[in-house]
């Protein structure tokens, strides 16, 4: 192990020009210097808004949200003479992004925000995101694995966000229920229902209207072969051999239902955190989540509890066709003022670095597999070789309403509200309407 990379050097203060001190007394010891709505000193000379997700310093774990505490702690104390107004982002995260997207045109977005890497195409499309070449070095930038240099720099080279970790799917269980990892979705099914018959609730995973419904799901589609857009980012999952592997993996997921091998409650998940809770209160053996709830599991359960969950690739309809999602978040800055994407800039290195091997994230930045010891856990290899067959969402400004759409059909499906076909049909019906009015 290294001692020290470019990533995890300690946040430095901003430049002396725009901080200013606050006060002989301690930051440390000033009241709630980590509130609901800020970081840092009501009368901070300076500040800026900050758009984040609950999974961080708002994390409904406790020890996540005590470890950003302190992380976010540490660094305002670091940059004194600033205030970071914290604007949290619902649960509904695609609706979230729209609006973050939409304000930031009006000129009425936050100053930093964060931004899902599979929305990243259409906030670069708006020409709403700030460059951070002067605040990054070459060195930094060329860290980043390729396919998140590809898609946080533009045509000029400007690199426009900081992607600070990516992640995966897999499979977890209980192998006090379920020994053997299952390869195919039909082994999946079978050890699901004896989970059921064991008094659990069998597997469980997002299917209620969010991003990660559809997203988990589409692995199933991917490891077929299926594409989703065609080279002008036109949607064309609904035609040809792509709407017959659609299918597939559509009845997959309705197969679980209708057995029984899966609860019909999975229609309206919509967050990680509800699985991860399942996991932990002991009421299901089997889910299909991010890589990251692993070490949830580990922090939250006893020491032989948690020794029991393992991760596995996501199955496939056989043991040779696999496919994982790969996704992750960025922090951009949507702010003309030089100080402020400075600091937006500074924001994301405490995520890349501490905030990664504190949740044991997938960094994007090949030094920190080599600096943090957090990632030499056995796990890490069971990651390493799902990301093989990692497929990236298609970096298209459609992706967006085409993500909408699988969401609403996922659902339609799961509540047995449409068969598959139908479901599909309908949504081929709005997207060709949608993109026909483009």
């Given at each position: 192990?290294?001692?020290?990379t470019?990533?995890?050097?300690?946040?430095?203060?901003?430049?002396?020009?725009?901080?200013?001190t606050?006060?002989?007394?301690?930051?440390?010891?000033?009241?709630?210097?980590?509130?609901?709505?800020?970081?840092?000193?009501?009368d901070?000379?300076?500040?800026?808004?900050?758009?984040?997700?609950?999974?961080?310093?708002?994390?409904a774990?406790?020890?996540?949200?005590?470890?950003?505490?302190?992380?976010?702690?540490?660094?305002?104390n670091?940059?004194?003479?600033w205030?970071?107004?914290?604007?949290?982002?619902?649960?509904?995260?695609?609706?979230?992004?729209a609006?973050?997207?939409?304000?930031?045109?009006?000129?009425?977005?936050?100053?930093?925000a964060?931004?899902?890497?599979?929305?990243?195409?259409?906030?670069?499309?708006?020409?709403?995101?700030?460059?951070?070449?002067?605040?990054?070095?070459?060195?930094?930038?060329?860290?980043?694995?390729?396919?998140?240099?590809?898609?946080?720099?533009?045509d000029?080279g400007?690199?426009?966000?900081?992607?600070?970790?990516?992640?995966?799917?897999?499979?977890?269980?209980?192998?006090?229920?379920?020994?053997?990892?299952?390869?195919?979705?039909?082994?999946?099914?079978?050890?699901?229902?004896?989970?059921?018959?064991?008094?659990?609730?069998?597997?469980?995973?997002?299917?209620?209207r969010?991003?990660?419904?559809?997203?988990?799901?589409?692995?199933?589609?991917?490891?077929?072969?299926?594409?989703?857009?065609?080279?002008?980012?036109?949607?064309?999952?609904?035609?040809?051999?792509?709407?017959?592997?659609?299918?597939?993996?559509?009845?997959f997921?309705?197969?679980?239902?209708?057995?029984?091998?899966?609860?019909?409650?999975?229609?309206?998940i919509?967050?990680y955190?509800?699985?991860?809770?399942?996991?932990?209160?002991?009421?299901?053996?089997?889910?299909?989540?991010?890589?990251?709830?692993?070490?949830?599991?580990?922090?939250?359960?006893?020491?032989?509890q948690?020794?029991?969950?393992?991760?596995?690739?996501?199955?496939?309809?056989?043991?040779?066709?696999?496919?994982?999602?790969?996704?992750?978040?960025?922090?951009?800055?949507?702010?003309?003022?030089?100080?402020?994407?400075?600091?937006?800039?500074?924001?994301?290195?405490?995520?890349?670095?501490?905030?990664?091997a504190?949740?044991?994230?997938?960094?994007?930045?090949?030094?920190?597999?080599?600096?943090?010891?957090?990632?030499?856990?056995?796990?890490?290899?069971?990651?390493?070789?799902?990301?093989?067959?990692?497929?990236a969402?298609?970096?298209?400004a459609?992706?967006?309403?085409?993500?909408?759409?699988?969401?609403?059909?996922?659902?339609?499906?799961?509540?047995?509200?449409?068969?598959?076909?139908?479901a599909?049909?309908?949504?081929?019906?709005?997207l060709?309407?949608?993109?026909?009015?483009?």
């Open positions: 192990m290294t001692t020290r470019h990533w995890a050097r300690r946040v430095v203060p901003l430049m002396a020009a725009t901080a200013m606050l006060s002989a007394l301690p930051i440390s010891a000033q009241d709630q210097m980590v509130a609901r709505d800020r970081v840092g000193p009501v901070a000379e300076n500040s800026l808004t900050f758009r984040l997700t609950a999974y961080d310093l708002y994390s774990d406790e020890a996540t949200a005590e470890g950003f505490e302190e992380l976010f702690t540490d660094f305002i670091d940059n004194p003479g205030r970071i107004d914290t604007q949290l982002q619902t649960g509904n995260l695609n609706e979230e992004q609006r973050i997207l939409e304000q930031s045109q009006a000129g009425r977005g936050p100053d930093c964060m931004i899902d890497s599979a929305q990243l195409a259409a906030f670069k499309e708006a020409s709403v995101l700030a460059p951070m070449n002067d605040f990054l070095s070459e060195e930094e930038i060329a860290d980043f694995f390729p396919y998140v240099r590809e898609g946080i720099t533009d000029e400007n690199v426009l966000a900081l992607w600070w970790f990516t992640d995966l799917r897999v499979l977890y269980r209980n192998t006090d229920v379920v020994p053997d990892a299952p390869q195919t979705w039909d082994e999946t099914q079978a050890a699901a229902l004896e989970t059921v018959e064991a008094g659990y609730e069998g597997m469980l995973f997002n299917g209620g969010t991003e990660g419904t559809a997203f988990d799901w589409l692995a199933f589609y991917w490891a077929q072969g299926g594409e989703i857009v065609d080279a002008d980012g036109m949607p064309v999952f609904y035609e040809g051999e792509n709407r017959e592997m659609f299918l597939n993996a559509l009845e997921y309705d197969g679980l239902v209708e057995s029984g091998a899966a609860p019909q409650r999975v229609a309206t919509t967050t955190d509800d699985i991860t809770a399942a996991a932990a209160a002991g009421t299901t053996a089997m889910f299909i989540g991010g890589n990251w709830q692993y070490a949830q599991l580990q922090t939250t359960l006893d020491a032989e948690a020794a029991a969950w393992e991760v596995s690739e996501l199955p496939g309809p056989t043991a040779d066709q696999r496919a994982t999602g790969t996704g992750g978040w960025a922090i951009a800055a949507l702010s003309d003022d030089p100080a402020k994407v400075e600091m937006c800039v500074e924001i994301a290195k405490l995520y890349a670095g501490p905030g990664n504190f949740q044991r994230l997938l960094p994007t930045s090949a030094a920190l597999y080599d600096e943090y010891e957090e990632f030499a856990g056995p796990e890490f290899a069971v990651f390493a070789e799902a990301l093989e067959n990692g497929q969402r298609p970096g298209v459609s992706y967006p309403e085409i993500s909408a759409q699988i969401q609403v059909l996922i659902g339609e499906v799961l509540s047995q509200a449409k068969e598959p076909e139908q599909l049909d309908d949504a081929a019906v709005a060709d309407a949608a993109f026909s009015q483009q």
